[in-house]
């Protein structure tokens, strides 16, 4: 287990052009979340997911943003013709999900860092 | 809206001395309250985590206060050494609401020599 993983680290993009995150989360994890921070502010939440159910998308997430988790396994998280304001470290967690001790501990990747040009 | 508010959003501290970090929430709901520490170029980590049933959790040199009825808990970091120069994230959450964190602006934390 080599914790949460997320590729590219860094990527530099022009305006309008679409870029694709992905996330590995920890094997077991059931539950796979994505947020986005901007300099000098918390992480924001953007979506979750349960398995490969989408269960929750945040206002935050507009119609050119769109993630998948077709297996249940990895995830994408797709930003279609990119803004400069869309320019943030976009990070992906995982958590066991569930009622356990310690199943709603959220474990982070260290992000995808988009700039826009 | 913000749902918790952090502060102060920077503090430096001797090396020794003892680091306070202070958050409010608003959301009554929330019943899990975790402090997340993130170096340049990381994802935040988990720090330590309180549940409202206690008022002190403590773990090492990092202790969390909750204060139910005023809907506030603070983080101390005795003992502050420079390594522990990072920015802390306080968070809250609610059973079913997904493990879906609220996070706190941030404070980042130098500690001096």
């Known amino acids: 287990d080599t914790g949460v993983s997320q590729d590219p680290r860094h990527k530099i993009t022009k305006r309008g052009q679409n870029v694709t995150f992905r996330c590995d989360p920890i094997?077991?994890?059931?539950?796979l979340y994505w947020y986005r921070q901007t300099l000098g502010q918390g992480p924001e939440f953007l979506t979750y997911f349960q398995n490969e159910a989408q269960l929750e998308k945040s206002r935050l997430l507009s119609d050119r943003f769109s993630a998948e988790r077709p297996k249940g396994s990895f995830s994408t998280l797709e930003i279609q013709r990119t803004e400069q304001g869309d320019s943030a470290m976009y990070l992906c967690?995982?958590?066991?999900?569930?009622?356990?001790?310690?199943?709603?501990?959220?474990?982070f990747g260290a992000g995808s860092r988009l700039t826009v040009l | 809206q913000q749902q918790v508010k952090q502060s102060p959003q920077s503090l430096i501290v001797q090396k020794g001395g003892i680091s306070i970090i202070n958050c409010a929430y608003e959301?009554?709901?929330?019943?899990?309250f975790p402090w997340y520490q993130q170096f340049p170029g990381k994802g935040p980590a988990l720090l330590i985590a309180?549940?409202?049933?206690?008022s002190e959790k403590k773990e090492g040199r990092f202790t969390i206060s909750f204060n139910k009825s005023a809907k506030q808990f603070s983080l101390h970091i005795m003992d502050s050494q420079p390594g522990d120069s990072a920015t802390y994230f306080c968070a809250a959450t609610f059973t079913g609401g997904g493990n879906k964190l609220t996070f706190g602006t941030g404070t980042q934390l130098k500690v001096e020599l």
């Open positions: 094997s077991e994890h059931n539950r």
């Open positions: 967690a995982s958590s066991l999900g569930g009622t356990l001790s310690g199943a709603n501990v959220l474990t």
């Open positions: 959301n009554t709901a929330f019943d899990y």
């Open positions: 309180i549940r409202p049933d206690v």
